[in-house]
């Protein structure tokens, strides 16, 4: 704490100075130099508060005059340095390197300015500058989200100043979605689920998905993982009113400072369902013994599997490609039947199915 320095001049012949606080706290000090003078108080030992100083004259013959009273505070903040940050400001957000900005004051001298960064107090830097000071951050080995910046200022004396701290959102990445299923390219039909994980390092706000190129967007619920510090989503995309062949769709993931990401997912859409018919035999045309029913089954995407049931009976055709044939042989000569009934399934690569059926 400082002293206090009084300077007055006088023509008189004894000097009285009273710094008060109240009647338990008087200071008399009478001035040795009466022409001119000026007295240094110790307050180091006062008490914070208010204070008044009253100084007294007398002449030789008794007379006396008053100057004051005048108020005074002590107050102990008052010597140390007060520095203060500019730039950034509480919760700003930051998308890049930081220039970072501040004053400090003192009325003394400033010596210094210290920085340290979320909570290391162990590793402060020094400013440029003193009352005006900057520091110039890159935040490129930073992590994603709130950060602190604490400084202080060192006056002169070596007197470090309270330090003052602000925070602050580090915001150089974007949200980052992943789809976990299906995989890219996937065919579809009717319908069809997409799972995955979002993630940012300031947290994520909103997920939306959009079928039509950005124009519209469909919020997604998402839910966080704590574990693994992300948010997962799942979503059902109805395709049965689209038209067969490729689609896109767009996820937007909105972070906690408001900045966007958009992650596209390429599908493609197959609603129309395999085409099966019968070639022989002919309609109308009687069977018995040992006989051949053929027949062909195509897809413009391509046939996934091909199945037979007569009756009970049940079988799988071999896929050849590039080949829409199919024969299945047939013996009806220990069975007394009248006619029987050939089924043909066909299953498409989007998961389309189609049943034929023919009675001989």
């Known amino acids: 704490m400082k002293k206090y320095l009084f300077i007055c001049i006088f023509s008189l012949l004894s000097v009285m100075m009273l710094f008060s606080s109240g009647k338990k706290d008087t200071t008399e000090v009478p001035v040795k130099k009466l022409d001119s003078w000026h007295e240094t108080l110790d307050i180091s030992q006062k008490k914070p508060g208010k204070y008044n100083i009253l100084i007294t004259a007398t ?71 003193t009352e005006f000071w900057s520091y110039y951050l890159d935040t490129n080995n930073l992590s994603e989200g709130k950060h602190t910046i604490t400084v202080s200022g060192t006056d002169i004396y070596g007197v470090k100043g309270r330090p003052y701290s602000v925070s602050w959102n580090l915001d150089r990445e974007r949200p980052n979605t992943e789809i976990l299923t299906p995989g890219m390219g996937v065919l579809v ?8 994980t979002v993630y940012d390092g300031n947290g994520i706000k909103e997920l939306s998905y959009s079928l039509d190129r950005g124009r519209t967007f469909t919020p997604v619920p998402i839910k966080y993982d704590k574990k693994n510090d992300t948010w997962t989503f799942d979503v059902t995309i109805i395709t049965k009113n689209m038209p067969d062949g490729p689609a896109v769709c767009w996820f937007r993931a909105v972070d906690g400072q408001g900045s966007s990401g958009i992650t596209t997912f390429l599908y493609f859409v197959d609603n129309t369902k395999p085409e099966v018919g019968f070639i022989s035999p002919e309609d109308n045309e009687a069977v018995n013994g040992i006989f051949s029913v053929a027949g062909y089954a195509t897809d413009t995407i391509g046939i996934r599997s091909l199945s037979w049931r007569i009756g009970k009976e049940t079988g799988e055709f071999e896929i050849v490609k590039g080949n829409p044939y199919w024969v ?30 023919k009675k001989y």
């Open 189 to 196: 039909s009717s319908k069809f689920s997409i799972s995955g």
């Open 328 to 357: 299945k042989e047939i013996d009806v000569r220990d069975q007394k039947i009248r006619n029987l009934t050939v089924d043909i399934i066909a299953t498409d690569e989007a998961g389309n199915v189609t049943t034929a059926s």
């Open 59 to 129: 002449d030789l013959a008794g007379n006396q005059a008053f100057e004051g009273p005048y108020n005074i505070f002590i107050d102990p903040e008052s010597d140390l340095p007060v520095v203060r940050i500019t730039n950034p400001l509480e919760d700003m957000r930051v998308p890049g390197n930081l220039n970072i900005v501040g004053t400090c004051i003192d009325d003394d001298a400033v010596a210094y300015v210290e920085l340290y960064f979320d909570g290391d107090e162990e590793n402060p830097v020094r400013a440029e500058g």
